[in-house]
Antibody
C-alpha cells in the first residue's frame, strides 16, 4: 500500500530555511493532491499548502509569503521550504495524500506520513 | 467563512453515544472528513463524504451533515476511542484546506 516518509533536519536555526522532503512509495503520484500539514506542540493541525500532480498549488494565506511547495513526479517526492523561520515554526510536519470525491463533494486525506519533528532554535 | 469550529473537549461514558460537531461556512460546499489522532501518532481518517468509512474503521463511527454543521457520532464508545478528533474541509472559493481546532474526547 502507499506509504509516505518525511525527511529533513530536525533542528533549524532562527531566520534560516526549513527544508523537508516527503517520499511516496507503493503507489502513484497521479490523480491526487499532496499536502504539507504541521502541528505545533500541544496544538491543532494546520495545512501549510497542497499541490496536485498537474501543478496546481494552494498555500495557507497566513504562510504563503514564506513557503514554497513542489512536487517531483519522476522522483515521487514532495518538498517543502519555509523561509525565515522562528520558534513559532517548531512543529511536527506531516505530508498527506488528498483526494476529492464528487458525490458528494468532499476533500479527504487518506494516507499520512508518520511526521517529522522540526525544532527552531539557536 | 474560512474557519471550522469545534468544541475543545467532550466526554462520554464507556459504551454510550457521543456526537462531536464541526461548524463552518465551507461545509455548505464540501462535506467534512474526520480524523482521529492519538498521542504521538499521525492523524487517521475515520469518516469522509456522506458517512463513508475507510477499511478497518469500526462501524460505531458515523458521520452526518446538516447545513453548515457536520457531526461525527460514536455509538457505544470504547476506551480506545479516547483521542483528539479533527474535522477537515475545503473552502469552495479559495480551495484552501481547513481544519477545525480539534476536540479532545475523554471516555469515562
Amino acid at each position: 500500500q502507499v506509504q509516505l516518509q518525511e525527511s529533513g533536519p530536525g533542528l533549524v536555526k532562527p531566520s534560516e530555511t526549513l527544508s523537508l522532503t516527503c517520499t511516496v512509495s507503493g503507489g502513484s503520484i497521479s490523480g491526487y493532491y499532496w499536502s504539507w500539514i504541521r502541528q505545533p506542540p500541544g496544538k491543532g493541525l494546520e495545512c501549510i499548502g497542497h499541490v496536485s500532480n498537474s501543478g496546481d498549488i494552494h498555500y495557507n494565506p497566513s504562510l504563503m509569503s514564506r513557503v514554497s511547495i513542489s512536487l517531483d513526479t519522476s522522483k515521487k517526492q514532495l518538498s517543502l521550504k519555509v523561509n525565515s523561520v522562528t520558534a513559532a515554526d517548531t512543529a511536527v510536519y506531516y505530508c498527506a495524500r488528498g483526494e476529492v470525491a464528487i458525490h458528494p463533494l468532499t476533500y479527504y486525506m487518506d494516507v499520512w506520513g508518520k511526521g517529522t519533528t522540526v525544532t527552531v532554535s539557536s | 467563512s474560512s474557519e471550522l469550529t469545534q468544541d475543545p473537549t467532550v466526554s462520554v461514558a464507556l459504551g454510550q453515544t457521543v456526537r462531536i460537531t464541526c461548524q463552518g461556512g465551507s461545509l455548505r460546499s464540501y462535506y467534512a472528513s474526520w480524523y482521529q489522532q492519538k498521542p504521538g501518532q499521525a492523524p487517521l481518517l475515520v469518516i469522509y463524504g456522506k458517512n463513508r468509512r475507510p477499511s478497518g474503521i469500526p462501524d460505531r463511527f458515523s458521520g452526518s451533515t446538516s447545513g453548515n454543521t457536520a457531526s461525527l457520532t460514536i455509538t457505544g464508545a470504547q476506551a480506545e476511542d479516547e483521542a483528539d478528533y479533527y474535522c477537515n474541509s475545503r473552502d469552495g472559493s479559495s480551495n484552501h484546506i481547513l481544519f477545525g481546532g480539534g476536540t479532545k474526547l475523554t471516555v469515562l
